[in-house]
């Protein structure tokens, strides 16, 4: 973004991109001449920043000067409003100044990633924000529980669970091909009980490590499992022995690579982000951590888009064991 006159700039909230914090942007001479087209721009990441009327003006000149190019300014009408942005994950920073002390504030849940991108802009605006050199000061309003110091105990627990849910319809199907679809079904739920009861006693109760609702994480890990394994099934009767290679690139390596438990999906290539919204691990990780930190964001999706994987996985290996005992039927009859 250029500069922009002061009037025409309201309260409101930057987007930060991944090279805003990039030391040295000279290209080299063997890279000077094939620099003729622009380069693509990395996705931007939402921090909420709004600012008091009074210092409306000011604030977007303050972050052009820290990274140039790399905030984009959204309307926020107070600090409360951009408090309440950080704390529902609609924002992951935001530089609070109604009452003429400048602070920034993030969430530190959002994982260690964001928090090593937001620490440095108090320094920043020290040198480039008119502060009298003074430092502004960063405060996690969100942080890690105590059990969690990493901020990857939800990632591990999702994964857990997915590989196992995996595994589980893998080798049930391959162990035991002629279950009924009662007794296929039962089993695949008894294991999704079990192992979310397990996660969340584990997770929850014995190390501290995600905060929230017991029920609430051993219901969302549940569904987690669920879907995995009954996704990992139907791939196996579609396509047979192929099924499980393509259940462990797209229900592994994509499912885990977009989950947002590492990093949050805001920081994933435009392609892949999409599929954090769709898959199991992606829904699931923002679910869990809507119920650990941010005020339920993100699950009443997770948990609706988490049981149509089971029910429509379901509902296709109902239909294709009826068309399979129809075949059969309609065969012993010619004969």
């Not at 935001?94 to 920034?104: H, M, N, Q, R, S």
């Not at 964001?114 to 605006?125: H, I, K, Q, R, T």
């Not at 499980?244 to 438990?261: Q, R, Y």
């Amino acid at each position: 973004m250029g500069e922009v006159g002061a009037a025409s700039l309201p309260p409101g909230a930057l987007r930060l991109r991944a090279d805003d914090l990039s030391w040295d942007r000279r290209p080299s001479r063997l890279g000077r001449r094939r620099q003729r087209r622009p380069p693509p721009r990395a996705p931007r990441r939402p921090a909420a920043v709004p600012a008091a009327p009074r210092t409306a003006a000011r604030s977007p000149a303050r972050l052009q000067r820290i990274a140039p190019d790399g905030f984009q300014v959204d309307r926020y009408p107070d600090d409360a409003s951009a408090r309440r942005a950080v704390e529902h994950r609609d924002a992951y920073a935001a530089l609070l100044a109604d009452d003429g002390k400048p602070e920034i504030v993030y969430a530190g849940a959002n994982g260690p990633a964001v928090s090593a991108l937001v620490a440095p802009l108090g320094n920043a605006c020290a040198t480039g924000c008119h502060t009298d050199g003074k430092k502004i000061p960063v405060v996690d309003i969100l942080p890690l529980s105590k059990g969690d110091s990493r901020g990857l105990s939800v990632f591990y627990a999702s994964f857990g669970l997915v590989l196992a849910g995996f595994l589980f319809g893998q080798t049930s199907y391959q162990v035991a091909p002629r279950l009924s679809f009662g007794q296929r079904v039962g089993s695949l739920a008894l294991f999704a009980l079990l192992g979310g009861l397990a996660t969340a006693l584990i997770a929850c109760t014995a190390f501290g490590a995600i905060p929230g609702s017991f029920l609430g994480v051993a219901g969302l890990v549940t569904l987690m499992a669920g879907a995995v394994a009954a996704a990992s099934v139907l791939l196996i009767r579609v396509f047979g022995p192929v099924g499980v290679p393509l259940g462990s690139i797209f229900l592994l390596v994509m499912g885990n690579a977009t989950s947002g438990g590492v990093l949050p999906p805001d920081f994933l290539p435009g392609w892949l982000k999409p599929l954090a919204s769709v898959m199991p691990a992606g829904v699931g990780v923002r679910a869990l951590d809507g119920l650990a930190y941010f005020h339920h964001d993100g699950l009443v999706g997770g948990a609706v888009v988490l049981s149509a994987w089971i029910v429509l996985c379901v509902s296709a290996l109902l239909l294709l064991d009826r068309i399979a005992a129809s075949a059969a039927v309609a065969h012993a009859a010619r004969r």
